[in-house]
């Protein structure tokens, strides 16, 4: 059975909190190995983030992973933060280097942590927590190649981490090629594989341009179709589910879906794959 996993945002208003919760609980039947909560970028929803997680593992039963970066913190803060989680019974760490909140170049803070090498040593330290972090199938638009791209995740990995999750892509081969690559060079740890359902096409493109995820001109032309032609919703599933029915095909035994908060198309995927909400057998009269 393929392992799930999904990520979340943290709310930032109490109709998008209600809205949460109904796409964890949507989400809960199908038994995910964890939820995780994003932090903004520059830290800009740290507190939220804190907030969502601890509620959400108190509430829901779920493990939670929260997301923790090194962006606009010093060290103090990020581990004061670290032994909070710690202390609400969150033993899940996403460990991020983040990005600044202008969406300009990464610059560490004074007194805080250089990269996320030096955040998973230190959280790694702390022996409190299950590391996991960022991996890029298209390579990080900071690395100068993408052999300097899997240098950083083996780094990550030797310091602490077990187990990495990558940003999403559009095409499977770009999976497994990273995939084939990092053990090539060694790197043993799992690495689950990142999956965006596009649910609006024009907001996913417009993502993967600021990520640097490239997208073939096969794939954009055939969602600008479906797009014309009032079919999105059905194409973005049928898109999805070949992707993860591949994936799966090739070896693959996790999936982590990218949720936007928005559970309906990640459902519809999982039902494509036969991996169908677990219910309680009823007695009809």
Not at 24 to 37: K, M
Not at 57 to 66: D, E, H, I
Not at 179 to 203: E, F, Q, S, Y
Request: a negative charge; aromatic letters at 8%; glycine letters at 6%.
């Amino acid at each position: 059975m393929t392992a799930l996993s999904f990520e979340t945002f943290p709310p930032k208003s109490l109709d998008a909190s209600f809205h949460l919760w109904d796409t964890v609980q949507a989400l809960s039947p199908l038994e995910p190995r964890f939820i995780s909560v994003t932090y903004g970028a520059g830290g800009s929803t740290q507190a939220l983030t804190q907030e969502a997680a601890q509620t959400l593992r108190k509430t829901s039963g779920l493990p939670v992973a929260a997301h923790l970066t090194c962006t606009g913190q010093s060290k103090s803060d990020v581990l004061r933060t670290a032994s909070r989680f710690a202390a609400s019974g969150i033993s899940d760490i996403v460990a991020l280097r983040g990005d600044a909140e202008n969406g300009g170049a990464f610059t560490p803070h004074p007194e805080g942590y250089a990269n996320s090498v030096e955040l998973i040593e230190a959280l790694a330290k702390m022996g409190k927590f299950n590391i996991r972090v960022g991996a890029y199938p298209d390579s990080h638009p900071d690395a100068a190649s993408m052999a300097q791209n899997i240098d950083w995740l083996k780094a990550k990995i030797d310091a602490g981490a077990s187990e990495a999750i990558t940003q999403f892509f559009f095409e499977a081969d770009s999976f497994l090629r990273f995939r084939d690559a990092c053990a090539d060079a060694g790197i043993t740890a799992p690495i689950t594989p990142g999956i965006l359902p596009v649910a609006n096409w024009k907001r996913a493109k417009a993502f993967a341009d600021r990520c640097g995820t490239p997208v073939d001109v096969v794939t954009a032309t055939a969602f600008d179709r479906a797009e014309r032609e009032d079919r999105a919703e059905l194409f973005a599933l049928t898109h999805c589910a070949d992707l993860c029915d591949t994936l799966v095909s090739e070896g693959v035994d996790a999936l982590h879906f990218y949720t936007l908060n928005r559970p309906d198309l990640t459902l519809k995927v999982c039902r494509a794959l036969g991996l169908v909400p677990a219910a309680a057998i009823r007695n009809v009269a």
